[in-house]
């Protein structure tokens, strides 16, 4: 089983429109949880954290479910600049590093 | 915003070459990583470094690769003879604590092995 496991996509979705992404992951021990987001061929850019209370940032909203192992983000009333790939990111306890999944591919149609 | 600087934004190099890839991280930041992705696959861990060492490192990085802080403000991933799969995209991040808060990415080095 992989780490961490995202659906790929693409997601085509008219502007405006609200978008889900889910994510789960297969190490108990993670510890911190993340969204990030890549535009092609472009750096990995920090969306969001991930808290276990849920959080939200402007149109974007995370949720963690520990029990089930599963993450979530909502994005709210999407825009054109929107499109892009969307990276589940995880840390578990004890590690140093990022564990990454594949990524969402998000497209925004006009 | 502060940045993490990578160079060059794009080498080509022959098989079997050494290459050095360059990185400037935030000034205040304490700990440092390398990153790589292969064209159409994941981001895929390296390396972390630390207090002048280094502090994990993944499967990935064997004998052939090598990290340094030559001075206060460079750090560098060397691969020693490089293959064709080492063509990838490296990216180098860094953060203020370790990875509960996040990261920042540079914006990569295209390493493209003929």
């Known amino acids: 089983r992989k780490e961490v496991e995202q659906d790929p996509g693409p997601f085509n979705v008219p502007e405006g429109a609200t978008v889900a992404f889910n994510c789960t992951y297969s190490?108990?021990?993670?510890?911190?949880f993340f969204w990030y987001r890549q535009d092609c061929r472009k750096e990995p850019k920090l969306l969001m954290s991930?808290?276990?209370s849920g959080n939200e940032d402007g149109r974007f909203t995370a949720q963690l479910n520990r029990a089930s192992q599963y993450i979530s983000l909502l994005i709210r009333d999407s825009k054109l600049s929107d499109s892009a790939t969307y990276l589940c990111?995880?840390?578990?306890?004890?590690?140093?590093?990022?564990?990454f999944g594949t990524g969402t591919r998000l497209t925004i149609i006009p | 915003e502060p940045e993490v600087t990578q160079t060059p934004s794009h080498q080509v190099t022959q098989m079997g070459q050494e290459v050095i890839l360059r990185c400037v991280p935030i000034?205040?930041?304490?700990?440092f990583y390398w990153y790589r992705q292969i064209l159409g696959q994941k981001v895929e861990f390296l390396v972390s470094f630390y207090n002048n060492e280094i502090s994990e490192k993944s499967e990935i990085f064997d004998d052939q690769f090598s990290v340094e802080r030559p001075d206060g403000s460079n750090f560098t991933l060397k691969i020693r003879s490089t293959k064709l799969e080492d063509s990838a995209m490296y990216f180098c991040a860094s953060s203020v604590r370790q990875p509960n808060y996040g990261y920042t990415f540079g914006s990569g080095t295209r390493l493209t092995v003929v």
């Open positions: 990111v995880v840390n578990n306890f004890g590690n140093e590093k990022l564990t």
């Open positions: 190490n108990s021990a993670s510890q911190s």
């Open positions: 991930v808290y276990s």
């Open positions: 000034s205040n930041h304490l700990y």
